[in-house]
């Protein structure tokens, strides 16, 4: 499974932008069940969960990005979303998306990068 991420660009700090992620190949009734989420890697860090879907339904979020970012998924698209608002620089890495079947097998897409301007 090629997971087919795009959104990425440069923005100045206060900025939006949104990245997409969408699983091609997988029928409705599998979509609608796997877990989902967005991880990023900064440069000279480990990689860290931004935001996620678990049990297919419920959200999550890391701390940092809390009432900025959203998680969403468009199941007829087969497709997973990261809307980002008010980017600070801190926000700066490259973003993946990995999504999990319910038999295990787990996939990343091949990342996007997000640079915030100061």
């Known amino acids: 499974v090629q997971l087919q991420a795009s959104g990425g660009g440069l923005v100045q700090a206060g900025g939006s932008l949104k990245l997409s992620c969408r699983v091609p190949?997988?029928?409705?009734?599998?979509?609608?069940?796997?877990?989902m989420d967005w991880h990023r890697q900064a440069p000279g860090k480990q990689r860290e969960l931004v935001a996620g879907f678990t049990s297919g339904r419920r959200t999550l979020y890391a701390d940092s990005v809390k009432d900025r970012f959203i998680i969403s998924r468009d199941n007829n698209k087969k497709t997973v979303y990261l809307q980002m608002n008010n980017l600070e620089p801190e926000d700066t890495a490259v973003y993946y998306c990995?999504?999990?079947?319910?038999?295990?097998?787990?996939?990343w897409g091949q990342g996007t990068l997000v640079t915030v301007s100061s």
């Open positions: 190949g997988t029928i409705l009734s599998t979509f609608w069940n796997m877990d």
């Open positions: 990995n999504v999990r079947y319910l038999s295990g097998a787990s996939y």
